[in-house]
């Protein structure tokens, strides 16, 4: 395994409003791709069921953070019901922006 950096991430679960909080902190050691150029970096949080029977998925994008070590502190609220927890997966995507191309993948994480 390649390492690609660190990613810091708070969950909490509302159980009031039966809603998932993601707070995205920060990113720490991401990979260096030009030596004197700052890249751009966007993390993209998706929540989906883990269920093959279910295809819905909803997805938040933080915004666009310079450098190798961006703090982003972008909150997101996915609105789930409790009994449903069990079987979610939170897919954490790190992509490295490009004006003039589409973004480049570098890493992702996944929590079951």
């Given at each position: 395994?390649?390492h690609r950096?660190?990613v810091r991430v708070?969950?909490?679960?509302h159980?009031?409003?039966q809603?998932l909080?993601v707070?995205?902190?920060?990113?720490?050691?991401?990979?260096?791709h030009q030596?004197?150029?700052?890249?751009?970096y966007?993390l993209?949080?998706l929540v989906?069921a883990?269920?093959?029977?279910t295809t819905?998925g909803d997805?938040r994008?933080?915004r666009?953070k310079?450098?190798?070590?961006?703090?982003?502190?972008?909150t997101?609220?996915?609105f789930v019901?409790?009994?449903?927890?069990?079987?979610?997966?939170?897919?954490?995507s790190v992509?490295?922006?490009?004006?003039?191309k589409?973004d480049?993948?570098?890493?992702?994480?996944?929590?079951?």
């Amino acid at each position: 395994m390649v390492h690609r950096g660190r990613v810091r991430v708070l969950l909490r679960y509302h159980h009031a409003s039966q809603c998932l909080e993601v707070t995205v902190l920060e990113a720490r050691e991401l990979p260096v791709h030009q030596l004197l150029v700052q890249s751009s970096y966007a993390l993209a949080t998706l929540v989906l069921a883990n269920d093959p029977a279910t295809t819905w998925g909803d997805t938040r994008k933080t915004r666009m953070k310079r450098g190798t070590g961006p703090v982003f502190n972008d909150t997101f609220l996915f609105f789930v019901q409790e009994q449903a927890l069990p079987s979610l997966l939170l897919h954490i995507s790190v992509c490295r922006y490009h004006r003039a191309k589409k973004d480049t993948p570098i890493g992702q994480v996944v929590f079951p």
